[in-house]
């Protein structure tokens, strides 16, 4: 089956350390996109990614870095810089150019202490 | 830019009874709306979208939403909310063609869906 997956579901780190989350999607979209969410706040868009190796700051870039070598993979890394890291984090995919529908994966909760 | 309001951050209904989600939202042009669904601790389903054409659009689940220009609004409705439905609800719009933002969504903060038996 076609799809989204992330890993790890939970993730645990000390302050100070930098952390990668891994996105990767199956279903040959050109489109991805990383989001934050925290209660009450909805989605917030942190990278996105057209095509690869091109990516744009969403509205809370700052102390986050992402990379997209491959269609398929789309990493995105929690840096020491980043000021309140615990959140629960989503990735998600569209076809691309013209698509709007935006397939979601499972989530990542991350848990900076 | 576009934004999204969701006016309920919290609603409880009865099982049986029927549900309207409240989405109001603020773009330019003629917007591409979504509704999607969230369980807790999982990602976003999609439940119905809007593109063009008919303003009122079905969805899974027994959910329709209808699109009122007007009153900038999409609203989410069920005729009989089943205790499953349970769950955090987002009103999301897509920016249309051209610009940097072409494909991008905005969310709108989430209502929370309570039913009880």
């Known amino acids: 089956d076609g799809g989204i997956t992330q890993s790890p579901k939970y993730l645990f780190r000390k302050e100070g350390q930098n952390v990668t989350l891994s996105c990767e999607q199956n279903l040959n979209h050109d489109a991805m996109y990383w989001y934050r969410q925290d209660p009450g706040q909805g989605l917030r868009l942190i990278y996105y990614s057209q095509i690869v190796n091109d990516f744009q700051k969403g509205d809370i870039a700052e102390g986050y870095s992402v990379s997209r070598e491959k269609k398929e993979s789309f990493p995105l890394t929690v840096t020491s810089a980043q000021k309140n890291p615990t959140a629960f984090y989503l990735c998600a995919s569209t076809a691309g150019t013209g698509s709007y529908e935006q397939y979601f994966g499972p989530g990542t909760r991350l848990t900076v202490t | 830019a576009q934004s999204v309001t969701q006016p309920d951050i919290h609603i409880t209904v009865s099982e049986g009874a029927s549900l309207e989600l409240r989405c109001n939202y603020s773009?330019?042009?003629?917007?591409?709306l979504f509704w999607y669904v969230q369980s807790p601790g999982q990602g976003l389903q999609l439940l119905l979208k809007y593109f063009s054409g008919d303003t009122l659009v079905q969805g899974i689940k027994g959910f329709e939403a209808e699109f009122k220009r007007s009153q900038s609004s999409f609203n989410l409705r069920k005729p009989s909310v089943h205790w499953s439905d349970a769950a955090e609800y987002f009103c999301a719009v897509g920016a249309g063609a051209g610009g940097t933002s072409y494909g991008k969504l905005t969310f709108g903060q989430g209502t929370i869906l309570t039913v009880h038996p």
């Open positions: 773009y330019g042009a003629t917007p591409y």
